[in-house]
């Protein structure tokens, strides 16, 4: 397969991808909100900026530079891997000690305990940067696609799960941990 056809399938498959998985969480999200009320999603609302945040500062740049990088050794990997690793533990500290803060900052005690176990999704981002970067310097957009689409699926359908069964709020926070931890898993085994 030419350089160029491998380009086209990628592109195809990235497409899949970001599609298949935005109707996964538009059709999830319609059943969680019927199930959890408005109050319980801008809780989660107000934190992600945080996480979000936190993922760019771990992020830093290192995978497009191991994906630009012709012959990466797997010391060049090792040392991105390690990095995001120490990088995600220093972050996930800070978020866990600054919880109080956020919570007072938004006046929601609840708030609080949400920080502390919402930030593990931040550590378990670290350690899929390498897996998916090495997937993605093979040109194979097939393989993250369905990791895609079926870490979405079963997310989801915990998450729903989890809000029928009286979790409230944590049902979007399991449900998002759990999205972050089944892709995590399916890369380190798929790859």
Not at 33 to 61: C, K, Q, T, W, Y
Request: proline share 2%; aromatic share 14%; net charge positive.
């Amino acid at each position: 397969m030419s350089l160029k056809d491998k380009t086209v399938s990628g592109l195809l498959w990235n497409f899949g991808d970001r599609f298949a998985t935005h109707v996964i969480a538009l059709i999830s999200g319609i059943i969680l909100a019927r199930i959890l009320s408005p109050r319980e999603f801008g809780l989660i609302g107000m934190l992600m900026i945080f996480v979000e945040v936190s993922n760019i500062f771990i992020n830093s740049g290192f995978n497009e530079a191991l994906i630009r990088k012709k012959d990466c050794s797997e010391k060049d990997y090792s040392t991105v891997f390690y990095f995001n690793l120490v990088a995600s533990l220093f972050i996930y500290f800070g978020l866990f000690f600054s919880a109080e803060l956020i919570s007072n900052f938004y006046d929601e005690p609840r708030l609080e305990p949400i920080v502390k176990i919402l930030g593990i999704s931040v550590v378990i981002n670290a350690l899929t940067i390498v897996q998916r970067t090495k997937i993605t310097k093979r040109i194979d957009f097939k393989l993250l696609t369905k990791i895609s689409v079926i870490s979405s699926l079963a997310s989801g359908i915990m998450g729903i799960v989890f809000a029928l069964n009286g979790y409230g709020v944590w049902s979007l926070v399991y449900k998002t941990l759990l999205l972050h931890f089944f892709t995590g898993l399916l890369l380190w085994v798929w790859n």
